[in-house]
C-alpha cells in the first residue's frame, strides 16, 4: 500500500467529521451506521465498503465512471490488494456497470449488502459523480421495466435475468431489479422484486432497520472507521466461526486448544473493519458480549487463541498479524491486527476463522 496516503486518509476522515457536523443530525451517524439503517432488521450479515475512502486509501479521490479503462482497472487492482474490495457484491460488475449503466463503484459513496433467509438487497449511496436522474435514464435505455408509479421514489424497475444477459453476462444477480430514492440519494438492488421493496420500505420508513438491532448496533459500534466492514448478528456470527463441519481431528484440537486459554464464553456479534491509520492498514475485530463483564472475562483467553496455531485453516496466527491491541469497550471485545508485510489481506483471510472467534458453544 501506498504509505504516504495514509495520513491524507487520516485527515480526510477528520474533514468529514466536520463536514457531517454541517450536514445534519442524520447524517452525524458514520457511513456504515447510515448503511446499516437501510437494511431490514431481519438482515443476518451486512458487508459495507465505503468507496470513497477507498478512493483516498489507493490515492485516486477523484475516479469515476469517465475515467479511462486502464485507470479504472488499476484502480479495482488496487483495492482488491488490500483486501478493501472484499467486502463489495458491485466490485466485480464495475467495468461493465461503468460502460452499460453509466455508473458503479467508482461513482459511489458507499455500498452495503444485506443477506436474509429471505433474501438479500444492496444499498448504495450515489456520490456527486453521478445523479438519480441519470441512473434512471440508463435504466430506461437498457430496457428496465419501468415502475406504474414512483419511479424515482422507491418503484422497482424490473430487468430480470434474461435481459442482464443480453446486457453482459458478467453482470451481478443483484442487478436483475432496482430502485432509486432520488430524495436520498440511494439506489436498492437485488435479484428479487420482492425484497428490493421490502428494503425500499425499510428506508422510507425509517423504522425496523438493522441499526435498531442492539446486538448489531453494538458489534459495529467499535468499527465506524471502517473503510470495509462485515458485521455478524446472530445466529449468522455463530454459524460463521463454527467447527461443525470440521473434520473430527481439528475438532479435537480445537477443544483442546480453547480449554487450554481458559474456555470461551458465547458471543452475541461479530464484526470486521479496516481503518486507515498513519502507519498503515489495521483489522478491528469486534466482538460482542452480553455483558461489560462477560467481554472482560473474554480478554484473555481470546488474546491467547490469537497466537499460535490457526486450527482449521492451516499455518498460524503468527505469521499473518501482529496482535496490537486488545480492548473492552462497552460490551465488546476489541482486537486490532496489524497485517504481516505490506498487504492487508486479512478479511477474506479470517472472515470464516473457526479456532478465534469461536462461541455460542464453539
Not at 431490514?40 to 486509501?57: C, G, I, K, M, Q
Not at 435514464?137 to 437498457?142: E, I, K, N, P, S
Not at 442482464?164 to 451481478?172: C, F, M, R
Not at 481431528?249 to 480449554?259: E, G, M, N, T, V
Request: glycine fraction near 8%; proline fraction near 4%.
Amino acid at each position: 500500500m501506498r504509505r504516504s496516503l495514509i495520513a491524507a486518509v487520516v485527515l480526510a476522515l477528520a474533514i468529514a467529521s466536520g463536514t457531517l457536523i454541517a450536514r445534519g443530525d442524520d447524517d452525524l451517524r458514520s457511513p456504515l451506521a447510515q448503511a446499516l439503517a437501510t437494511l431490514p432488521d431481519a438482515t443476518l450479515t451486512a458487508n459495507f465498503t465505503d468507496w470513497r475512502l477507498v478512493r483516498e486509501t489507493v490515492g485516486a479521490p477523484d475516479i469515476t465512471s469517465a475515467a479511462s479503462t486502464t485507470d479504472r482497472r488499476e484502480w479495482l487492482d488496487a483495492a482488491y490488494e488490500d483486501d478493501l474490495s472484499a467486502a463489495s457484491a458491485l466490485a466485480g460488475s464495475g467495468p461493465s456497470m461503468s460502460k452499460h449503466f453509466g455508473w458503479s463503484v467508482f461513482d459511489l459513496d458507499w455500498e452495503v449488502l444485506g443477506q436474509a433467509r429471505e433474501g438479500a438487497a444492496i444499498v448504495a449511496e450515489l456520490s456527486g459523480a453521478v445523479g438519480p436522474d441519470e441512473v434512471i435514464a440508463g435504466l430506461a435505455d437498457l430496457g428496465y421495466r419501468e415502475p406504474e408509479s414512483a419511479a424515482d421514489d422507491g418503484g422497482v424497475w424490473r430487468g430480470g435475468p434474461d435481459l442482464l444477459a443480453t446486457i453482459d453476462y458478467s453482470l451481478s444477480p443483484m442487478l436483475q431489479n432496482v430502485a432509486v430514492l432520488a430524495d436520498r440519494n440511494l439506489v436498492v438492488l437485488s435479484d428479487l422484486s420482492s425484497y428490493a421493496e421490502r428494503t425500499v420500505d425499510t428506508i422510507v420508513s425509517e423504522s425496523d432497520d438493522l441499526a435498531e438491532v442492539r446486538d448489531v448496533a453494538a458489534t459495529a459500534a467499535p468499527l465506524d472507521r471502517a473503510i470495509a466492514a462485515v458485521v455478524h448478528q446472530p445466529p449468522r456470527s455463530c454459524a460463521v466461526t463454527s467447527f461443525d463441519h470440521a473434520s473430527a481431528a481439528d475438532r479435537q484440537l480445537a477443544a483442546a486448544r480453547i480449554a487450554e486459554a481458559g474456555g470461551l464464553g458465547d458471543q452475541r456479534g461479530l464484526g470486521f473493519g479496516i481503518r486507515a491509520d498513519d502507519v498503515g492498514l489495521v483489522l478491528d475485530v469486534s466482538l460482542h458480549f452480553e455483558s461489560p463483564a462477560a467481554a472482560e472475562a473474554a480478554q484473555e483467553p481470546r488474546t491467547a487463541l490469537a497466537h499460535g496455531p490457526a486450527i482449521g485453516q492451516g499455518g498460524t496466527y503468527d505469521e499473518r498479524f501482529d496482535v496490537e491491541s486488545v480492548r473492552v469497550i462497552a460490551d465488546d471485545l476489541v482486537l486490532a491486527l496489524r497485517p504481516i508485510g505490506d498487504r492487508m489481506s486479512l478479511v477474506s483471510d479470517l472472515t470464516s476463522s473457526p479456532l478465534l472467534f469461536s462461541g455460542c458453544g464453539g
